[in-house]
T-cell receptor, first 108, second 118 residues
């Protein structure tokens, strides 16, 4: 069974702080995606990374795919209250396998 | 992007009854649909994968006789929770992947259905 472990599980920070969320697996994936989910809603795709070592930026969010395509990280610079939510990584291998999730709370 | 809808958004039922949840792709043909279950404060767990016109493939530990999946057309898949019990209460989310999806076989997610079994 493929497992994607995310760390930390919970993160509570103040506006303006930086943070990094990690997504680790023992399996290799053809691509990896990051989602954000608000309570009571479906997940929304943030980014897809495909190539080992790839770095993608989405405004204040920076995503990196590990060289071996087994792990990934999400870095948020100067967090805002609007960044609050559940962040999920998902490995693609014919189907999407979701990570354990990181719940982020940003306080004003 | 492509839009996926689910109906109903919330449903409350009595223990022992069956509940049907619909998942529709509104502006594309979904060759494959996926059903996920999410318990409070947890991640999404894949329940089953269905291809149009074929029987669904269930993940290990998911009872196929309890969670009936039908994918009769390229725009509609249904999940029926039979003889529901309180432990089936959860957030059910579908996603769809189609021929016109992005380069990486992107899946488009529905808004979810909150099932509460009393």
């Amino acid at each position: 069974t493929q497992l994607l472990e995310q760390s930390p599980q919970f993160l509570s920070i103040q506006e303006g702080e930086n943070l990094t969320v990690y997504c680790n697996s023992s399996s290799v994936f053809s691509s990896l995606q990051w989602y954000r989910q608000e309570p009571g809603e479906g997940p929304v795709l943030l980014v897809t990374v495909v190539t080992g070592g790839e770095v993608k930026k989405l405004k204040r969010l920076t995503f990196q795919f590990g060289d071996a395509r087994k792990d990934s990280s999400l870095h948020i610079t100067a967090a805002q209250t609007g960044d609050t939510g559940l962040y999920l990584c998902a490995g693609a291998d014919g189907k999407l396998i979701f990570g354990t999730g990181t719940r982020l709370q940003v306080f004003p | 992007g492509a839009v996926v809808s689910q109906h109903p958004s919330r449903v409350i039922c009595k223990s022992g009854t069956s509940v049907k949840i619909e998942c529709r792709s509104l502006d594309f043909q979904a060759t494959t649909m996926f059903w996920y279950r999410q318990f409070p404060k947890q991640s999404l767990m894949l329940m089953a994968t269905s291809n149009e016109g074929s029987k669904a493939t269930y993940e290990q530990g998911v009872e196929k006789d309890k969670f009936l999946i039908n994918h009769a057309s390229l725009t509609l898949s249904t999940l029926t929770v039979t003889s529901a019990h309180p432990e089936d209460s959860s957030f059910y989310i579908c996603s769809a992947r189609g021929k016109t999806s992005g380069s990486y076989n992107e899946q488009f997610f529905g808004p979810g259905t909150r099932l509460t079994v009393l």
